[in-house]
């Protein structure tokens, strides 16, 4: 069955360290989202994909940047993690605009 | 600016009974909305949609209602289970398939 998965899981890291975030789909969908969802925020958008090549920023993208190489793939570079990213990260994916948005298991980031 | 927000953060019902949890939004432009359940530790989980040119969609044991008049978006699950309790988010869609999404609204059910 077609999905879209998160690795890792958790992960902690140092403050100023760089930390990749993978995400990985396989229904074939054009469109790729990241958020991050805090308490008292809800899901906030953080960087999206409209297809190969094709990046976006969010609502807030500081300090977080995205490449789009192939149609499966959608990972989140923090360039220089800060205490304030702590936060759980989702993926998500779509087969094209006004369309549902369906997302993985989330990232769980902790930056100490 | 835009917006979307639900009206109860937290709603406890009784076990059988039915729930409704309730949204506005703010873009008279968004043409499709979305609710979504998320259950803790996981991701937000499909529920049901409804596009602009409707006011109501049914799903199993869900239903949801659109009122373009007052902007407004309402859940309604059927015979609430104790499986429902989750956290619930609606979602309008804006610009090109991106979401704004609501705060929550976290459903508890009393056996």
């Known amino acids: 069955d077609a999905e879209i998965t998160q690795s890792p899981r958790h992960k902690i890291t140092e403050t100023g360290r760089q930390v990749t975030l993978a995400c990985h789909q396989t229904?074939?969908?054009?469109?790729m989202f990241w958020y991050r969802q805090d308490l008292g925020h809800g899901l906030r958008l953080i960087h999206y994909?409209?297809?190969?090549?094709?990046?976006n920023k969010g609502e807030v993208s500081d300090g977080y940047s995205v490449s789009r190489s192939n149609t499966e793939d959608l990972p989140l570079t923090l360039e220089s993690a800060a205490s304030s990213q702590t936060s759980v990260y989702f993926c998500?994916?779509?087969?094209?605009?006004?369309?549902?948005?369906?997302f993985g298991p989330g990232t769980r980031l902790l930056v100490l | 600016g835009e917006s979307v927000g639900l009206h109860l953060p937290t709603l406890s019902v009784q076990e059988g009974d039915n729930s409704i949890i309730n949204c506005a939004y703010s873009n008279s432009a968004s043409d499709y909305f979305i609710w979504y359940k998320q259950e803790s530790g996981k991701g937000p989980q499909f529920i049901i949609d409804?596009?602009?040119?409707?006011d109501k969609r049914q799903g199993q044991r869900v239903t949801v209602l659109l009122n373009k008049t007052v902007k407004h978006l309402s859940l309604q699950i059927a015979a609430t289970q104790p499986g429902d309790s989750a956290v619930y988010f609606c979602?309008?869609?804006?610009?090109?398939?991106?979401?704004?999404f609501g705060q929550g609204t976290e459903l508890s059910v009393k056996p």
């Open positions: 998500a994916s779509s087969s094209g605009s006004a369309e549902t948005q369906y």
């Open positions: 979602a309008e869609n804006i610009r090109g398939g991106k979401l704004i």
């Open positions: 409804i596009r602009s040119n409707m």
């Open positions: 994909s409209y297809g190969v090549q094709d990046t």
């Open positions: 229904w074939n969908h054009n469109n």
